[in-house]
């Protein structure tokens, strides 16, 4: 289904928590912020709908302004999670369950991510991932090694996915997954290539993209990559 209105993710994100419900993740109780984003996509439809009927409030106007992070992440991370699913509908049923199970858990604003809490979205970052290359129609592995794994044109690639908290934690984080990488090509000997994906969601918290400014931070990055 082409995803072109509000309505149109509301019914899709079902679908996806309808397939939560065949893994043995109720549907009823979905945990984290899945739960709060379907409710979220529920209330800018009836927002948007009093608008164009002239009924719209100045509360309602409101709390989008006040709410703005968290409407754009229940937009963003429910298509991200509509757009994995016939992805994660293909993978083995252990992998699946245990993959979703925690993509599904989690704060609902990344205001109150930490460290240590991070996980679920460490996960689906993980998962997007993957499924750009099935949908390429290859056959990515999940978490057997590196992050992903995957064979493309012939030659085999480990990729270690990274989601800095912090732009000062970007450089360690990039240092990391290249120790990681380093280790096992050493180990597995096999003529595999590393790549390392970075996602900034964490550090932009919003709309638009990250930039950096100073040309030599840059060029300091890029050297790591």
């Not at 993740?25 to 709908?49: C, N």
């Not at 298509?79 to 699946?96: E, I, K, N, S």
């Not at 991070?118 to 590196?146: C, D, M, Y």
């Not at 270690?160 to 450089?171: A, L, M, N």
Request: proline content about 4%.
């Amino acid at each position: 289904m082409q995803i072109q209105t509000y309505e149109d993710l509301l019914a899709c994100l079902d679908a996806a928590l309808a397939f939560c419900e065949t893994l043995g993740l109720a549907r009823g109780s979905v945990p984290g912020r899945f739960g709060d984003y379907r409710r979220r996509i529920e209330r800018l439809i009836g927002f948007i709908t009093a608008e164009r009927n002239g009924q719209g409030k100045e509360e309602d106007r409101q709390e989008l302004r006040d709410d703005e992070l968290e409407y754009v992440m229940a937009l963003t991370e429910s298509m991200q999670f509509v757009d994995v699913v016939p992805y994660l509908q293909a993978c083995g049923a252990d992998l699946r369950r245990s993959k979703v199970r925690d993509v599904l858990g989690g704060p609902p604003s990344p205001h109150d991510e930490s460290p240590v809490a991070n996980h679920t979205r460490n996960t689906l970052f993980e998962i997007v991932v993957a499924s750009k290359f099935w949908r390429a129609r290859q056959r990515p592995n999940l978490g057997k090694g590196a992050d992903v794994e995957v064979n493309f044109d012939g030659s085999e690639y480990r990729i270690e996915c990274k989601r800095p908290f912090s732009p000062t934690g970007v450089e360690s984080l990039i240092e990391q997954a290249g120790g990681q990488l380093r280790r096992q090509l050493a180990e597995r000997q096999d003529g595999a290539r590393g790549l390392i994906a970075l996602s900034y969601s964490k550090i932009r918290e919003g709309p638009g993209f990250a930039e950096v400014q100073d040309e030599a931070m840059k060029d300091e990055i890029a050297d790591h990559i």
